[in-house]
């Protein structure tokens, strides 16, 4: 069993910027493709960014790229979030999951318990 464990949310200004982390447990962490989504209140769960096995591939949605980038450390069995110049649109509950191969794909096997982003304007 796959545990992730987010941390690094928290109250920011606008414009501000913050670091999301997380934590995989095991020791398969570098195999598979990570992932960071969000959830906004009355919102579906959408994706934000990804990024695969090694670090070589990533990808984001339109509404952060420039603004987020996403990387991992396999070392560390961790991967990370740089978001930078933040909106009160980016306000929501933030998600890491593992993807279930190697690569960015649609599937996702894993969740973490999220961790809060809040932008205040």
């Known amino acids: 069993q796959v545990q992730l464990v987010e941390s690094g949310g928290g109250l920011v200004q606008t414009g501000g910027s913050l670091r999301l982390s997380c934590l995989a447990s095991?020791?398969?962490?570098?195999?598979?493709?990570m992932g960071w989504f969000r959830q906004a209140p009355g919102k579906e769960r959408e994706f934000v960014a990804g990024?695969?096995?090694?670090?070589?591939?990533?990808s984001y949605a339109d509404s952060v790229k420039g603004r987020f980038i996403i990387s991992r450390d396999n070392a560390k069995n961790t991967v990370y979030l740089r978001m930078n110049s933040l909106k009160p649109e980016d306000t929501a509950v933030y998600y890491c999951?593992?993807?279930?191969?190697?690569?960015?794909?649609?599937?996702?096997?894993?969740w973490g318990q999220g961790t809060q982003v809040t932008v205040s304007s």
């Open positions: 095991g020791r398969t962490f570098s195999r598979y493709a």
């Open positions: 999951g593992r993807g279930k191969i190697a690569i960015m794909t649609n599937a996702w096997d894993y």
């Open positions: 990024i695969s096995w090694n670090g070589g591939s990533t």
